[in-house]
């Protein structure tokens, strides 16, 4: 089983629409964690850190469940912008970070 | 600029040939991480250091792989013998410190290309 796991996609969704990813994670130990944004051929980026008693910005809404160790990331009102691919990471404690496969966000017109 | 620095940006090598990878992580991070990322993949992690020591190097994946950070700041990636199973996206990332819920800083990676 891998440590961090995402449905890779791809989710097409209309403009405007919510849509929401899920990443699991098999490490009970995990310390924090984080949703990336990564665009075509370039490097990952910060998207939003994940906290326990969870955390919005703007149209994003970030969840973390412990007891089922999964995150959740919430898009909401998509924008043609918005189309990328989405990386969740598991900072473990002993500080080895890892991230899943992505799952690819397309919002089409 | 004050960001991750990977050097080259772009680097093809014939098969079997030795290579190696720059990172100039942020001033003063003392966590750096290096990653491997094929296309339609997330970053594969390969190794850790938290100042000059390598904390976990178990994603390195066989001995023709080793990355040294001697002075705790700029870190080298080595391959030797290359294969063609190697081509893919490098990416080095700093954070201040590892283990927290700092967020990891990436460079714009170096694509390998093994003929």
């Known amino acids: 089983r891998k440590e961090v796991e995402q449905d890779p996609g791809p989710f097409n969704v209309p403009e405007g629409a919510t849509v929401a990813f899920n990443c699991t994670y098999s490490n009970s130990a995990s310390q924090s964690f984080f949703w990336y944004r990564q665009d075509c051929r370039k490097e990952p980026k910060l998207l939003m850190s994940?906290?326990?008693s969870g955390n919005e910005d703007g149209r994003f809404t970030a969840q973390l469940n412990r007891a089922s160790q999964y995150i959740s990331l919430l898009i909401r009102d998509s924008k043609l912008s918005d189309s990328a691919t989405y990386l969740c990471?598991?900072?473990?404690?002993?500080?080895?970070?890892?991230f899943g496969q992505g799952t690819t966000l397309q919002v089409k017109p | 600029g004050a960001g991750v620095s990977q050097t080259p940006s772009n680097k093809v090598t014939e098969k079997g040939k030795y290579v190696e990878l720059r990172c100039d992580p942020i001033s003063g991070h003392t966590a750096l991480y290096w990653y491997r990322q094929s296309l339609g993949q997330g970053p594969e992690f390969l190794i850790y250091?938290?100042?000059?020591?390598?904390?976990?190097d178990s994603g390195l994946p066989n001995d023709r792989f080793f990355a040294v950070r001697p002075e705790g700041s700029v870190s080298t990636l080595k391959i030797q013998r290359t294969e063609r199973g190697d081509s893919a996206v490098y990416l080095c990332?700093?954070?201040?410190?590892?283990?927290?819920?700092?967020?990891?800083?990436f460079g714009q990676g170096t694509r390998l290309t093994v003929v």
């Open positions: 250091f938290q100042g000059t020591g390598a904390a976990d």
């Open positions: 990471a598991v900072n473990l404690n002993t500080g080895k970070l890892i």
């Open positions: 990332a700093s954070s201040p410190h590892g283990g927290g819920p700092t967020e990891a800083f």
């Open positions: 994940v906290y326990s």
